[in-house]
């Protein structure tokens, strides 16, 4: 019965989530490692866009489970008969820097540099913040999961997941991308 409770709140935040599909995505200043800007959505319309978001140490853990199936699924040019398989968005994870852990940005941007695979720096963002205006637009109620978003040109929320990968998630993520 504890477990079915659980798995039912579950469920019921997730679909309150979704909901948000459809609304627009804030504005969002972020910045590469190199530290030069980068808007979202404005600076992204040329196509959809997958964002994650993770604004505490956990989260970031979770966030960090997305990067291998994300790179090789929407990432990785693939050449020769693979190549009609792939997808054409941007991908964004943006570690989210608010109130005291501001001041950790810069050196988490640095470190990002010289820890991180080369291959996914240009997809690797920062925030440096409030984070209010984003809990509250984005109904952040988890504090220790990183959130998913699909945005779509205009600047609307097309999909969400959260939490850690799961292989579930990600064949989700692909039949709405091969739907539009």
Known sequence: MKYCLIICL???????????????????????????????????????????????????????????????KFIKKSTGVFASFTYDINVYFVPMFT???????????????????????????????????YKEALEFDKKDVPYFFLIDKEGKIAYTTLGEYTDAKMEAMEEFLDSL
């Open 99 to 133: 109130g005291i852990k501001a001041a950790a940005e810069g050196p988490a941007r640095r470190k990002a540099a010289e820890k991180l695979d080369p291959l996914l720096i240009p997809n690797i963002l920062f925030y440096k913040g409030q984070l209010k205006p």
């Open 10 to 72: 579950s469920a019921l935040s997730i679909s309150a989530f979704a909901q948000l599909e459809g609304t627009a995505f804030p504005e969002m200043e972020t910045a590469t490692v190199e530290g030069e800007s980068v808007n979202i959505p404005t600076d992204v319309s040329d196509k959809y866009t997958l964002v994650g978001l993770a604004y505490s140490k956990k989260a970031e853990g979770d966030l960090n489970t997305w990067f291998s199936p994300i790179y090789n």
